[in-house]
């Protein structure tokens, strides 16, 4: 097939013939009889519903007194036809089918007033779909499916493993922690060179310049581990993630890239032989697999959660909770009960006071893990919880498993023990009656506003980055360098 053939658009062609043929005062059946076809030929090309043959056309383009080039030029459609071309395009998408409508034919007979009326309905129902899709309830949605997914497959990526070992052979890493100097390595080995920077645009993390092979970097700040935010812009490149085009696509990216960048730092085979030693000396303790590959705590928690029901044989969960109360982060294979939302979101809801999440902010240690027992309306739980510091505030990151399977773990002698009945309200929501006697009525505190509250979608799509920042700031890499 010629490439001529697979650039032009039928509706285009057909439309220009259409035209062309109109204003000929020709009817279907003297073209149809021109080039030796069927009428009702010659209008499925003019709707474009069949695309002709280069040599049907050129026969078109001669009985139309036109080169085969002008038939085929990206020359502009006439202002009706054009709009004629939008309502069919629109009419043939998903969209429009989901709206149950019966087609309009757009005759001669349409006037130009009703057509301009169509179509601007019609670009009014696209942008207040794309404008729904973009909103947090789409987001909700789309981490709702994700989560029931990593669920059902336990939190493992056999893919993904397997891409990283694939990638730590070629710079020669077989066990053990993944260094700084090896993370970099392996950057080198992908073909990229590193860039720390002071003014990284506020809205981006991380640039990679696939073109000029740079990655730049925001610089260091103290206490932060470097390779992580690395390693998650290599795995994006690995995983050739293109820009995302909606919250599912974004939030899975960020599940793939995440996941990866753990297996990179966490090599399957030396942190599986790891725990399993653990666990036959009953010894289990996400802090010992932290120290052994030199991670933060919930990087080695999550990964934990990757490697323990595959391997171990222990289902568990795993809760990343704000200081607030708030869910960050939650998975769970072990039939714990998250609070939820009516539509099943667990993000942003509150957890009972009760639970290892919350109790673990009134524990004045900080050093020593903790541990503790909780009953809950569906069992007995056990959980570890320690709590990490973020520009939003302080989180607690909980680990946790059934009563059950308990016995592998460190901390499993511990003699906290809460009762949680929640969502019941009198477990933890409402204030004990006496101190409702004394203060009801009295006290008017004054609420911190929500920024989320009122913000309405950034103009800037739905992830917030400011495209124009981070064109300039490349553009201002390139003439410094
Ligand atoms: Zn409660």
Same mark, same amino acid.
């Given at each position: 097939m010629s490439t001529l053939e697979e650039e032009f658009d039928p509706l285009v062609v057909?439309?220009? !013939?259409?035209?062309?043929?109109?204003?000929?005062?020709? +009817?279907?059946?003297?073209?149809?009889?021109? !080039?030796?076809?069927? #009428?009702?030929?010659?209008?499925a090309i003019e709707n474009g519903k069949r695309a #002709? $043959? !280069?040599?049907?056309?050129?026969?078109?383009?001669?009985?139309?007194?036109?080169?085969?080039?002008?038939?085929?030029?990206? /020359?502009?459609?006439?202002?009706?036809?054009?709009?004629?071309?939008?309502?069919?395009?629109?009419?043939?998408?998903?969209?429009?089918?989901?709206?149950?409508l019966p087609d309009a034919y757009i005759g001669k007979t349409v006037s130009n007033n009703i057509l301009d009326i169509i179509l601007g309905l019609q670009r009014e129902v696209e942008r207040l779909h794309l404008q729904r899709s973009a909103t947090p309830e789409e987001a909700r949605r789309a981490n709702l499916e994700l989560r029931k997914e990593m669920r059902r497959i336990n939190n493992y990526f056999p893919d993904l493993e397997e891409e990283a070992r694939n990638l730590l052979a070629k710079i020669d890493h077989t066990s053990g922690p993944l260094s700084e100097r090896l993370t970099a390595e392996l950057a080198n080995e992908l073909g990229f060179t590193l860039h720390y920077t002071q003014d990284l645009p506020a809205s981006t993390r991380v640039i990679t310049d696939e073109k000029h092979g740079r990655i730049y970097l925001p610089m260091r700040r103290e206490g932060r581990d470097a390779r992580t935010i690395l390693l998650q812009a290599l795995a994006g490149h690995v995983l050739k993630h293109e820009a995302p085009q909606d919250y599912g696509d974004y939030l899975s990216q960020r599940v793939l890239t995440n996941y990866l960048a753990g297996a990179l730092l966490m090599p399957e085979s030396s942190a599986v032989a790891f725990l399993q030693a653990a666990k036959t000396k009953c010894e289990l303790s996400?802090?010992?697999?932290?120290? *052994?590959?030199?991670?933060? &705590?919930?990087? @080695?928690? *999550?990964?934990?959660? +990757?490697?323990?029901?595959? *391997?171990?044989?222990? #289902?568990?969960?795993?809760?990343?909770?704000? /200081?607030?109360?708030?869910?960050?982060? @939650? &998975? /769970? +294979?072990? +039939?714990?009960?998250?609070?939820?939302?009516?539509?099943?979101s667990v993000e =942003? $809801?509150?957890? %009972?006071?009760?639970?290892?999440a919350r109790r673990v902010f009134t524990i004045e240690d900080r050093f020593t893990p903790y541990y503790q027992y909780t009953d809950k309306p569906v069992g007995t739980y056990? %959980?570890?919880?320690?709590?990490?510091?973020?520009?939003?505030? $302080?989180?607690?990151?909980?680990? =946790?498993?059934k009563f059950e399977t308990v016995k592998y773990f460190r901390g499993r002698a511990s003699t906290t023990r809460y009762k949680s009945s929640c969502p019941d309200p009198s477990c933890c929501r409402h204030a004990p009656a006496e101190l409702e006697d004394k203060w009801g009525g009295m006290i008017r505190p004054t609420p911190k506003l929500n920024s989320s509250l009122l913000a309405a979608i950034p103009q800037n799509g739905f992830l917030g980055i400011e495209h124009r920042e981070v064109l300039e700031f490349l553009e201002g890499q390139r003439d410094s360098s």
């Open positions: 057909g439309r220009r !013939i259409r035209e062309l043929r109109t204003k000929k005062g020709m +009817n279907l059946e003297v073209l149809a009889r021109a !080039i030796e076809r069927a #009428p009702s030929q010659v209008s #002709p $043959q !280069i040599q049907q056309l050129q026969k078109i383009a001669n009985a139309l007194g036109v080169t085969l080039n002008h038939l085929l030029s990206a /020359e502009k459609l006439s202002e009706r036809s054009a709009n004629e071309l939008e309502i069919e395009r629109a009419q043939r998408s998903g969209l429009y089918a989901s709206l149950g996400v802090e010992d697999l932290r120290d *052994h590959f030199g991670v933060s &705590y919930e990087t @080695a928690a *999550h990964r934990f959660t +990757n490697l323990a029901t595959v *391997h171990l044989d222990l #289902p568990v969960h795993f809760l990343k909770v704000h /200081e607030s109360g708030a869910i960050s982060k @939650a &998975y /769970e +294979n072990d +039939n714990v009960t998250f609070p939820s939302d009516v539509f099943g =942003g $809801q509150i957890v %009972c006071r009760n639970w290892s056990w %959980c570890t919880s320690r709590i990490e510091n973020s520009d939003q505030g $302080q989180f607690s990151v909980s680990v =946790g498993t």
